[in-house]
């Protein structure tokens, strides 16, 4: 069974840090690619970044180009954002997103089949 699993969400004033972890288990991680994304109160869902763990390719939505990083450890089987330089209209619930990927296609360019159940990101003014 697919699993992923999000933490490290919380509430950080404007121009704080969280860094978000996705922890994933029922599949070959290497084979995947994994995504987040938000979704903001009356808002649909955005992908912010993902990351093709066979070459570790990465894609971001333009908003967060220089302060996001998303970075996978294949050891841990484990996926983190690290947000910097948050801002209010961050605010979302976050979650991570896993499809199969084996042929490293680009992961912005997939839909996501496995979801988490989302960590609550609030950044305060």
């Known amino acids: 069974e697919v699993q992923l699993v999000e933490s490290g969400g919380g509430l950080v004033q404007a121009g704080g840090s969280l860094r978000l972890s996705c922890a994933a288990s029922?599949?070959?991680?290497?084979?995947?690619?994994i995504g987040w994304f938000r979704q903001a109160p009356g808002k649909g869902r955005e992908r912010v970044s993902c990351i093709t763990t066979r070459d570790l390719s990465t894609n971001y939505v333009d908003s967060v180009k220089g302060r996001f990083t998303i970075s996978s450890d294949n050891a841990k089987n484990t996926v983190y954002l690290q947000m910097n330089s948050l801002k209010p209209e961050d605010t979302a619930v976050y979650y991570c997103?896993?499809?199969?990927?084996?042929?490293?296609?680009?992961?912005?360019?997939?839909?996501?089949?496995?979801w988490g159940q989302g960590t609550q990101v609030t950044v305060s003014s």
């Open positions: 029922g599949f070959t991680f290497d084979e995947y690619a």
């Open positions: 997103a896993a499809v199969f990927d084996a042929a490293a296609i680009d992961c912005a360019a997939l839909s996501y089949h496995f």
